[in-house]
C-alpha cells in the first residue's frame, strides 16, 4: 500500500528556505501516469494546491506562488521534494505530499493518498 | 477567496440525507473537468472520498455520491453518522489558472 511521509524543519525564518521531502514508500516514484505533489492548509483554513511534478520531470505550479517554488524528483531515494523562497508568515500551513492520479488527461488529476502532513511555522 | 464556492456549514441529523454544493465557472466544472470530493476529520489529513465526479474509492461507503451538472457539482451523504461529521472539500482544474483548484470547504455537523 502507498504511503506518503513529510519530513523537514517545522520552524523557518522570515525571508529563508523551506526546504521538505516526501519519502514514498509502496510504489516507484517513476510510476506512469503518476504525478507527486504539494498541497498546504494555512491554520484554520482550507486547501492551496502548490505545484506537482510528473515523474520524468514536467513541473506544474500555482501562479501565485510560481517565482517562489520549486518540486522536484530524487528517483534514486524514492523521494520528492519542495522549496519556497522568501518565506513570508503567510506560508504558514500543514503541508501534505501527495500522489495525483489521471486517467484521462493532466487535466482530471485527483490526489491520492495523502501524507499525515507537517506543519511549518515561520517565525524569527 | 476560492474559486470553487462552497457553503460554510451544513447540517443533519443521524439518518437524514444532506447535500453539499460545489459552484464553479466555465473554466472549471463548467469546462466539464471533473469534480473530486475529500473529506478531512479534525487533526487528520484529507481523504479522498469520490473521484471523477462519481465513483467512489476502495472502501468508501455507498452512501456517499457525487453528481456534476453545468457549472455546479454536489456531494450527497446518505443515512448521516455521526462519523460523518468533518470538513468536506471540492477539487477541479480551471484552465484560466492552470491549476488545479480547492473548494472552501464546508463543516459538516451532525445533530
Known amino acids: 500500500q502507498l504511503q506518503l511521509q513529510e519530513s523537514g524543519p517545522g520552524l523557518v525564518k522570515p525571508s529563508e528556505t523551506l526546504s521538505l521531502t516526501c519519502t514514498v514508500s509502496?510504489?516507484?516514484?517513476?510510476?506512469?501516469?503518476?504525478?507527486w505533489g504539494w498541497i498546504r492548509q494555512p491554520p484554520g483554513k482550507g486547501l492551496e494546491w502548490i505545484g506537482s511534478v510528473y515523474s520524468i520531470g514536467s513541473t506544474y505550479y500555482t501562479p501565485s506562488l510560481k517565482s517562489r517554488v520549486a518540486i522536484f524528483v530524487d528517483t534514486s531515494k524514492n523521494q520528492f521534494s519542495l522549496k519556497l523562497t522568501s518565506v513570508t508568515a503567510a506560508d504558514t500551513a500543514v503541508y501534505y505530499c501527495?500522489?495525483?492520479?489521471?486517467?484521462?488527461?493532466?487535466?482530471?488529476?485527483?490526489?491520492?493518498?495523502w501524507g499525515q502532513g507537517t506543519l511549518v511555522t515561520v517565525s524569527s | 477567496q476560492s474559486v470553487l464556492t462552497q457553503p460554510p456549514s451544513v447540517s443533519g441529523a443521524p439518518g437524514q440525507r444532506v447535500t453539499i454544493s460545489c459552484t464553479g465557472t466555465r473554466s472549471n466544472i463548467g469546462a466539464g473537468y471533473d469534480v473530486h470530493w475529500y473529506q478531512q476529520v479534525p487533526g487528520t489529513a484529507p481523504k479522498l472520498l469520490i473521484y471523477?465526479?462519481?465513483n467512489r474509492p476502495s472502501g468508501v461507503p455507498d452512501r456517499f455520491s457525487g453528481s456534476q451538472s453545468g457549472t455546479s457539482a454536489s456531494l450527497a451523504i446518505t443515512g448521516l453518522q455521526a462519523e460523518d461529521e468533518a470538513d468536506y472539500y471540492c477539487?477541479?482544474?480551471?484552465?484560466?489558472?492552470?491549476?488545479?483548484?480547492f473548494g472552501g470547504g464546508t463543516k459538516l455537523t451532525v445533530l
Open positions: 509502496g510504489d516507484s516514484i517513476s510510476s506512469s501516469s503518476t504525478y
Open positions: 501527495v500522489r495525483g492520479i489521471t486517467v484521462f488527461g493532466v487535466a482530471g488529476i485527483w490526489f491520492d493518498p
Open positions: 471523477g465526479n462519481n
Open positions: 477539487q477541479s482544474y480551471d484552465s484560466s489558472l492552470s491549476a488545479w483548484v
